[in-house]
């Protein structure tokens, strides 16, 4: 009989094996990933200070692989929050390690993307990892670091400390992976063009391995306010969020446990809940036995009067900066943005933002350009399998005045503490209905005012090729009749023009 052996596997290890669930199919993807995942950490250290970021990237040519492959290595710089010294080997060497698992609106949710590219660098090059960082105190530390991969543990090569003269604050990390730049370019410059669209209030900067720079200059400083922290809502607990709540909680009686643990769960509501759910107000949550908890759990989705979350943990960009971003990139005629109020799906919050543009630089194809964005992070891959796209082909579009060779570009924002997204590399976003329902709503109150500035452009369209045959032939005709009547001079055809003119050309 054959035996069967069994081990044991470390996260690291796990994501080793299987790179490609975190966007690390190919050297193309792998190199698009990479500077992706480090430009998000750059905007959430920046933007979790109300700083405007300042995000600088080099990609440089180190030698050649094999067909196509080649070895670069990438940098990135920024002026965000820094790294506290003793949290530095494991934000960067240790896979699922992180600040981020809070209950709030972050472009980061893993503690996973900027070591998977570390760690893909690590594999393909096996040189180690570069991080510079300052919190802007008096010191500046370097450490040069790679993966212990079966252990998921940082190997620190070397460590510096620095005077820090200039009270520099922020954030460097430089190392070399394999990658396909030529084919990911597109990709690449693609993203950058689209960060810069809803992060308006960045400066961005790229040099690409030719030498090439590519500038994204921020329009405005005004910025977002940052989300807050927030507990978790009611609808949205499972068994295992209570069992680690009631393991922690320092309070001795459900009243209490309730309202201090949850969003949304006042005195009363609290009261009236464990009336509705027959739990004693006084009772121990620590002597709950495994039903109870079940059943509590059930209960709490059953109860229909807690308040729906409210929206201070996320942080839409608003309608003046997404404004603002999309006249800077696409310089479009016409643009209407609309804001959604605050949704939920299962407990979690949710805001939709959405915008129509027309003309102007909206690069010119079959159908809409589509811009898709969660968290204020532009989604480029796996545009057919999106809900937004969905919804978009879905709608009735000739209602709205809508031919298909028109320069159209549709923008769909997505911010939730929760973004569902189908996959660990973050690419498209889960049809659930609730976020469908929103998109939708969105899409029709910005198609409405699309169709008005379409209508009153055909309008104008329309009274000019009127007043243009005026024009031509009134002259003429003022001229014959005067011949015809033997007088000398011919009346002034411009009184008449102007009086042939209707309200509504003067618009344009
Ligand atoms: N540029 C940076 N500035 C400040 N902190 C950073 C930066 N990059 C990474 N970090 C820290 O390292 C942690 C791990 O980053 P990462 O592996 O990308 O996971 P995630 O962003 O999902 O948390 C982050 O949670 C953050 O605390
Ligand atoms: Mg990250």
Redesign the pocket.
């Known amino acids: 009989m054959a035996r069967v052996t069994f081990e044991e596997i470390s996260a690291a290890d796990f994501f080793y094996r299987n790179r490609d669930i975190a966007g690390f199919t190919n050297p193309s993807r792998a190199i698009f990933a990479a500077i992706r995942?480090l430009v998000e950490?750059?905007l959430?250290?920046a933007e979790s200070l109300k700083i405007p970021p300042d995000i600088y990237v080099r990609l440089s040519y180190e030698g050649a692989v094999g067909t196509g492959t080649q070895v670069y290595r990438l940098r990135v710089e920024?002026n965000?929050?820094?790294?506290p010294p003793r949290h530095i080997p494991s934000?960067?060497g240790q896979i699922l390690?992180?600040?981020?698992y809070k209950l709030k609106q972050q472009r980061?949710?893993?503690?996973?993307?900027?070591?998977m590219a570390i760690l893909y660098g690590q594999i393909t090059t096996h040189k180690p990892a570069c991080v510079i960082s300052s919190t802007g105190m008096s010191k500046i530390y370097k450490y040069k670091l790679m993966i212990d991969i079966q252990r998921n543990r940082p190997l620190i090569l070397d460590r510096k400390i620095m005077i820090n003269k200039t009270r520099w604050r922020g954030?460097i990390?430089e190392f070399s992976l394999e990658g396909d730049y030529f084919r990911a370019m597109p990709k690449i410059l693609e993203y950058f063009k689209q960060t810069a669209m809803v992060n308006p209030y960045a400066n961005l900067t790229f040099v690409d391995p030719k030498g090439r720079l590519y500038k994204f200059t921020r329009v405005t400083t005004e910025m977002p306010d940052p989300p807050k922290e927030t507990l978790p809502h009611p609808y949205g607990v499972d068994v295992e969020l209570l069992q680690r709540l009631i393991n922690a909680t320092p309070y001795r009686n459900m009243l209490e446990f309730l309202r201090y643990h949850f969003h949304r769960v006042g005195d009363k509501t609290a009261q009236k809940f464990l009336e509705f759910s027959n739990i004693r107000p006084s009772k121990n949550p620590k002597r709950l036995s495994h039903e109870e908890i079940v059943r509590l759990m059930h209960m709490l989705k059953k109860f229909k009067e807690f308040l729906p979350p409210d929206a201070s943990c996320l942080s839409p960009l608003g309608e003046n900066l997404l404004r603002a971003g999309i006249v800077k990139e696409l310089k479009p005629e016409f643009v209407a943005v609309h804001q959604r109020r605050p949704a939920t799906y299962a407990g979690h919050p949710f805001i939709v933002e959405v915008a129509i543009a027309y003309g102007g630089e909206i690069p010119k194809k079959e159908g809409f350009v589509i811009y898709r964005f969660a968290n204020r992070i532009p989604l480029l891959y796996d545009e057919a399998s999106d809900v937004s796209v969905r919804v978009i082909n879905s709608m009735n579009w000739r209602r709205y005045k809508v031919a298909p060779d028109m320069p159209i570009a549709i923008l769909v924002h997505i911010c939730s503490t929760k973004v569902p997204y189908k996959t660990v590399g973050k690419e498209f976003i889960a049809d659930r209905p609730e976020v469908r329902r929103e998109i939708a709503n969105g899409l029709r109150e910005v198609a409405r005012r699309l169709r008005r500035f379409l209508t009153r452009r055909e309008h104008v369209y329309r009274e000019k090729k009127r007043l243009g045959i005026f024009s031509k032939y009134l002259p003429k005709i003022a001229q014959f009749s005067t011949q015809l009547a033997g007088k000398e001079k011919a009346p002034d055809v411009k009184k008449l023009l102007r009086s042939v003119r209707r309200f509504g050309t003067e618009e344009t």
């Open positions: 995942e950490n750059s959430d250290a920024d965000g929050i820094g790294v934000a960067f390690f992180g600040s981020k980061g949710t893993f503690g996973l993307g900027g070591k954030t990390v």
